[in-house]
Structures are given as structure tokens and as C-alpha cells.
């Protein structure tokens, strides 16, 4: 069964565009790759991607393969192979051809709107230039807000590298410390966070281990940013783990838009020492 453009669109606008929540009541989008770390280039991998109630499992929604970026070790973007969006997953392979690290993700820049229509509070999302059209005559209360977001995760042949890591300057992005294919279980890492290509002070960081749909609780971890924008975790167990961050101003872009809305989300997968 194949799902309608506009269909996939929503879908990727809001799995892009979730602010913070608690992690036991917002849907999450993620990436999971198959693995993170191999010993020689020329290896394939898989990519499922997906919006679900748990982590990694799909029951909810699937990311849409629009607006996916790959990029190579040495900067290229790369195109990936027998790419599939099902009802509720997507998924794609890719062939790790150079050395170094990899950065695959999904990137969003649109709009969210609330507005009421006939006493009836309603929402929509899409991107800016639709703006005009998808809010009815006769709606109040219009309210719009710029969002930018960021679903990715990172893949390393051979010796990890930091080249995938230039910022762009837009929204908010991860910069290593820690390099992200370099995680093992009882072990500290540390991160940096950029709004803009500038440390974001004062973030909320919110880590949670997969495999939620077998347990009560999602025994996530909190984390503060520091005037460096950076923060660190200590990693309990060896596994995926799901990484989301947000944050709202008023700097939007688009003259439409009354505020600004830029969230992050990152997989990374922990190793057993």
C-alpha cells in the first residue's frame, strides 16, 4: 500500500516539528540503523525510520524519504538504495564505500498553526508557502510558528572523523565531544548542542533507551546544557538510545510566523565494553 504525498508530508512536518514533551506521552521519530560500526569500508547497511509510542518499534507512523540527506565522509551527498515507505515504517539501505563517518538524517523546515474554525480549535502544518492556502476563510485566533527540526543518527567505517559535523547554522545541531560511534556502556559521554551555529545554554536534554515497550518505565535521563552548550550522560546498559532536545523564540524567518520552534532528535547506539 503507498501513501499519499501530502499524506507523507504531514506525517514528516509533525514528527519534525514535536516540541518538548513528556517522554511517556509524545510519539517519537527516530532513525535506527542496523548497525553503527564497521571494520571495513565497502559493508551495506539498512535504515528503518518511523514515528511510534515506542522505541524502535513500529506502530504509529512512517518518516517519509523526502527530505533525507546522507552525507559522506568526504562531504557528498549520497542517494540511497531500495528505498520503501510502508504504513508504518520506511526504510533504505546504503553502501558504505569510503572510511570515516557518516551522517544520515532527516531535515525540516515548515510551519504549525492553530487557529479556530466554527468554535472549533484546529491545527495544521505544512511548509510555508502553503501557509496562504491551508488556513480556511473565516478561521480566528490564527497563530503560526516557524519550525525547524532534525531527526538523525551517525555511522563510522574504520576510524571515526568529525568532517559530517560543520554546523549549518540553522535550528539546533549536535557537535561532538564525544564522538558519537564511540559510546560504551558504564562510560561517560559528553556533547554539544548549537542553536544557529551557537552554544545553546540552558537546554533540556531528554535520553531514553530503547526498548520501551517492554518495561513500565521509560527510564529516561535529564540533562542541563552548560554556557558551552554542551552536557554529558553516563550510559547505564549497552543498546540504542533515543536523544531529544527543543527549544522556542520569537527569531523566525518567515514573516507569517510569530514564533520560532527548533527541535533535535539523535540515535545513538551504546557498545558493551
Known sequence: ??????????????????????AAL????WLQPSQTVFSEKGAWMTVDAAVSNDL?????????????QVTAPDGSTMQPQNGSTGKLRSTFDLELAQEGTYRIAMVNHGMFASYKLDGENRRWRGRAEDFAGGIPAGATEVKASESLGRVETFVTVGQPDTAVFKPSGRGLELAPVTHPNDLYAGESATFQLLLDGQPA????????????RYRNQQDEIQATTDAQGRFSVTWPQAG???L???HSDGKTTLPQAGERRASYVATFEVLPL
Open 201 to 212: 545554554a540552558g537546554l533540556g536534554v531528554e535520553i531514553v533507551p530503547g526498548a520501551t
Open 240 to 242: 540504542m538510545y533515543w
Open 26 to 29: 509524545a510519539h517519537k521519530a
Open 244 to 246: 531529544e532536545a527543543s
Open 56 to 68: 524502535f518499534y513500529f506502530n504509529h507512523l512512517p518518516l517519509p524519504l523526502e527530505r533525507l
Open 1 to 22: 500500500m503507498k501513501l499519499g504525498r501530502a499524506t507523507l508530508t504531514a506525517a514528516l512536518t509533525a514528527a519534525l516539528t514535536l516540541v518538548a514533551a513528556p
